[in-house]
């Protein structure tokens, strides 16, 4: 069978699905959970349908206009008139088939949550962590040129202006979606300003993207958590709070730790260590979940994971390369403050895109 007619079959289940549900609805049959489950995939199903519709409207009108075309009785202006027609059906009928291929794309269903990001110093001693500064700032703009709101959670500064790590939670429409493909390794390219002969330093920073979890989104039971504290420290070691309010929660059972010390109320430290805690076990269960279509796919934008190279930022040269889709923007500055990001974003999420769709052929 060929990829069309292949697609064909796919869209006659697809809407006799649609009809189905819908004679379901209107007998009023299934209980109240069902029929919440069956109207939302209703619901779902609906603009596909939609342009199911349509394309199966175009298709008809194109073979009218293709009979016309061919038929020895017609005359010559209405033959020019009826190929016409035939040619932009054709282009009609194309689009629609594309946009209903893109529709058929299985969701990432924690495209539309809020997210968690963080943020550490790699290889590169005090430059790595000024880097890793600039990282943190140039998402905290990226997120105000959105609209989103950015909350920093827990950050642990050098003393000279750079970040040790860094964890911030951003709340608005589509956070994860645009920013999920930023997990990695980030490595920077520049003469420190503490670099007296003016050499090129390389240093590096990785970054974390989690999607924000509900409580019923991951179990975590009490008898599973070893919660420790102590007293918060500053730059250089110093106290800072004279109580222990930091607070260090173990997930025995995978090993994970999360800290939080940014608030003086011991309380407020752990619901946020929670929270990072509940985003970092959902991601663990996304990433198992999706193992195989994550290597099926890596070669394409890359697996999320933190230890992959994703993207250089060579400031001598003021250029920003992203070596998954091997793009390069010499706009470095706008990049840094957040304005080009979305360049590299929606370069990114096309190439995903792309990707996904071949996998439907």
């Known amino acids: 069978m060929s990829d ?15 009809r189905e549900i819908a004679a ?22 609906d603009p596909l349908v939609a342009e199911v519709q349509a394309l199966r409207r175009a298709e008809e009108e194109r073979r009218e206009a293709e009979q016309m075309a061919a038929d020895p009785g017609t005359d010559a202006e209405m033959r020019a008139l009826a190929e016409a027609e035939r040619d932009d059906l054709g282009r009609r009928i194309a689009e629609l088939r594309h946009r209903i291929q893109r529709l058929l794309l299985p969701r990432d269903e924690a495209d539309a949550r809020n997210a968690i990001i963080e943020i550490r110093a790699g290889t590169g001693g005090e430059e790595a962590a000024l880097f890793a500064a600039d990282l943190y700032r140039m998402y905290q703009r990226y997120a105000a040129l959105h609209g989103w709101r950015w909350e920093a959670m827990d950050v642990s500064e050098t003393g000279i202006g750079g970040f040790k ?66 007293r918060s420290s500053g730059p250089g070691g110093q106290s800072v709070n004279t109580t222990d309010s930091a607070v260090r929660i173990t997930h025995l059972p995978t090993g994970v730790v999360v800290s939080q010390q940014d608030e ?20 663990l269960e996304r990433q198992t979940r999706d193992a195989a279509r994550a290597a099926d796919r890596k070669s394409q934008v890359g697996s999320g994971d933190r230890s992959e190279r994703i993207r250089t930022y060579n400031f001598p040269q003021g250029r920003v390369t992203d070596h998954r889709i091997n793009l390069t923007l010499y706009k470095i500055d706008k990049v840094m403050e ?14 995903d895109e792309a990707a996904r769709l071949a996998d439907l052929q």
């Not at 379901?24 to 199903?45: D, H, T, V």
């Not at 003086?264 to 985003?279: C, F, P």
């Open 338 to 351: 957040g304005e080009a990001l979305d360049e590299i974003v929606e370069a990114l999420s096309a190439e």
């Open 4 to 18: 069309e007619g292949r697609l064909d079959h796919k869209l006659d289940r697809v809407v006799a699905r649609h």
């Open 264 to 283: 003086k109320s011991q309380h407020k430290n752990k619901a946020k260590a929670m929270k990072v805690l509940r985003a970092r076990l959902y991601e």
């Open 24 to 45: 379901i609805l209107s007998e009023g049959k299934p209980g109240p959970a069902e029929f919440a489950r069956m109207s939302k995939e209703f619901a779902e199903l």
């Open 165 to 230: 790590e860094a964890t911030a939670s951003i709340t608005g429409k589509d956070v994860f979606a645009r920013l999920k493909f930023e997990s990695g390794v980030h490595r920077v390219q520049r003469v420190p300003a503490t670099e007296a002969g003016g050499r090129i330093h390389t240093s590096a920073a990785t970054v974390a993207v989690l999607p924000e979890a509900e409580e019923f989104d991951v179990q975590i039971d009490d008898k599973d958590l070893r919660i420790d504290v102590f």
